[in-house]
């Protein structure tokens, strides 16, 4: 990654306790990047006016000698599917065009309550359906690395804001590969955590059971020290796990005896030579350093996305339902009559593609269909859980690419539904499984990034976190 | 299975409350078709012995206190973002044509 003018985040919150940096700073210098790069569409909204009272307020305490957080005047980005006070929240939809949010995120009010200050919102494929940002109501990000390229999705504006350097750092969601493939699109890195370390509450819900909040920083280090902030049960997501006692940050880099399965199933056919040949360095390079590399199958891996499109649609029709016309968001103002109102206002509000999620689930759980499909897909997913665990008995960690390409041409994919749900063919077995991973870079083909897919056992982020360090350092 | 017909989109969005334009339904008649099509391949996946997952941690019966918690938000917040209401009610549509 290229140098940055931010300190790593631990570092840049110390000197701000410490009174050498002000926070009131911190925010414009965020701000004015932001500015400086708008072409890049990565960014919906600012929030400047609350981003700078915060800032004013903690530079105020410090002064007053009083305790600050442990991100004190470190600036963020989210995702515009949190909820966060000071501007809208539209999950770049039509739908939720003009959305204030009357709460906010549990993960929003754990980095305010250390002093981290929210100054914009990024763009994303609308409701999160998609892999390049290409499914936005309102644009499409451009990948700093090339911008007739796609940042990948559906975490592209948070993954280009990093890369951009609009922030130390930024969140996303991740439910099939919206943090790991955008990460691995643009060069930084994409944390998925293991599902439910972190709470989803306040946060437009897509598919409930893979949907985890992620991190896209410079390094493993700036996300540890983020996921230590954010990571632990949640009274309002029923669905949280405990944190690790450990915690996550100073986690030790390790890689010498580590016993490493490289995913056969991911170097087969269908990926692009120049992503196998950066994966296979990286794998030499794990070797040379002192760990065991050795090639896993898991044979029903390549079964995932067949899983996955029928799994998620299914809870994505689910979850949308309650985009009513009724209570909140998108109304359609002419009809006559309640039916009416929900199918205009539905139809609408939502883009092509949350109508086809919505209706490819509606028609995997309906009536004479559900045993066929969504209980079919279901029982899958078992099977490929137990591969994973097979594969963890013999192996600490599991790698191999995180997409089948490098980033494409904005408009390559934009006609083919099928065609595009292929980006996540890797990122969506370990969100099947609930597995925490990570996207490193590893290198470029032809100069565009190329991630390296570290995965490893539930509840064992700490160890992955360690690992992702490790990556870091060999393959800079 | 065959491909979709025009009417399974028709019920298709009708169950699932969304008026779709006549260029809509054939655009979404022939790519459900297509990605149906791909999912077929679980079909002859032998899954003898394997019930279906749904929660991945294996977490069961999260119960809390069943009390009053103040979490700041009021229902007049609540109402605030309401598109149509009357009074502190949300005002909908009558029901029947």
């Known amino acids: 990654m290229q140098a940055s003018q931010w300190l790593p985040i631990a570092e840049l919150s110390a000197k701000v306790r410490a009174g050498e940096l002000r926070a009131a700073d911190l925010v414009e210098q965020a701000l004015k990047t932001i500015e400086a790069k708008k072409e890049y569409n990565a960014i919906i909204a600012t929030i400047p006016e609350r981003a700078r009272t915060r800032a004013a307020s903690i530079d105020a305490a410090i002064k007053n000698g009083e305790t600050v957080g442990r991100l004190a005047g470190v600036p963020f980005i989210a995702k515009d599917n949190f909820l966060v006070f000071g501007a809208e929240t539209t999950a ?88 790991r493939q955008p990460a691995s699109f643009v060069g930084c890195v994409g944390y998925k955590p293991t599902y439910g ?139 006559a009559t309640l039916d009416e109102s929900y199918t205009q206002s539905r139809g609408n509000g939502f883009g092509a593609e949350a109508k086809r999620r919505i209706m490819i689930g ?44 490098t980033a494409f041409k904005i408009g390559e994919n934009a006609s083919d539904p099928l065609q595009m749900y292929l980006a996540d063919v890797m990122t969506v077995g370990p969100s099947l499984a609930g597995l925490p991973a990570i996207s490193v870079p590893a290198g470029t083909s032809d100069n565009l990034p190329v991630g390296l897919h570290i995965v490893a056992p539930q509840r064992s982020d700490r160890a992955l976190l360690g690992m992702a360090k490790a990556a870091e350092e060999l393959l800079a | 299975m065959a491909d979709l017909t025009r009417d399974d989109v028709l019920k298709l969005a009708q169950l699932a409350r969304l008026t779709l334009s006549e260029e809509e339904i054939e655009k979404y008649r022939s790519e459900l078709s297509q990605i149906l099509a791909y999912v077929q391949q679980l079909k002859d996946v032998d899954v003898t012995g394997l019930e279906p997952t749904s929660q991945v941690t294996g977490l069961m019966n999260v119960m809390r206190e069943d009390e009053v918690v103040d979490y700041g938000v009021s229902p007049d917040d609540l109402l605030r973002i309401v598109p149509s209401k009357q009074d502190r009610q949300i005002k909908v549509k009558r029901m029947i044509a």
């Open chain 1, 92 to 179: 770049a939809s039509n739908m939720l065009k003009g959305f204030t949010a009357p709460y906010q995120s549990t993960v929003i009010e754990k980095l305010e309550a250390e002093g981290a200050i929210c100054v914009a919102k990024a763009n994303l494929d609308a409701f999160a359906h998609g892999a390049s940002t290409e499914n936005s109501d309102f644009f499409t990000t451009k990948n700093p690395a090339d911008v007739a390229r796609v940042p990948g999705g559906s975490s592209g504006g948070s993954a280009a804001a990093v890369v951009l350097d609009m922030a130390p750092f930024a969140l996303g969601t991740d439910t099939g590969g919206s943090v």
């Open chain 1, 197 to 335: 370390l972190m709470s989803r509450s306040g946060i437009v819900a897509m598919a409930s059971s893979t949907d985890v909040v992620g991190t896209l920083t410079r390094t493993a280090d700036d996300a540890a020290y983020v996921i230590d902030v954010i990571a632990g049960r949640d009274p309002l997501d029923g669905t949280t796990i405990e944190r690790d006692p450990a915690g996550y940050t100073d986690v030790p880099a390790a890689m010498k005896g580590k016993k490493i399965g490289l995913i056969k199933e991911w170097m087969g056919e269908g990926v692009a030579p120049g992503v196998a040949t950066v994966i296979r360095s990286a794998a030499d390079a794990f070797r040379a350093a002192g760990a065991d590399v050795r090639e896993v199958s898991l044979p029903s891996l390549p079964l995932s996305l067949a899983v996955y499109y029928i799994v998620v649609p299914a809870e994505v029709s689910s979850n949308l339902s309650r985009h009513d016309g009724q209570r909140f968001a998108f109304s359609y103002a002419d009809a």
């Open chain 1, 362 to 405: 509606t028609y995997v759980l309906s009536s004479g269909y559900y045993d066929a499909y969504y209980r079919k897909a279901q029982t899958v997913r078992t099977k490929l859980i137990n591969e994973f665990n097979e594969a963890f008995k013999q192996f600490d960690f599991l790698i191999g690419p995180v997409a089948p390409t």
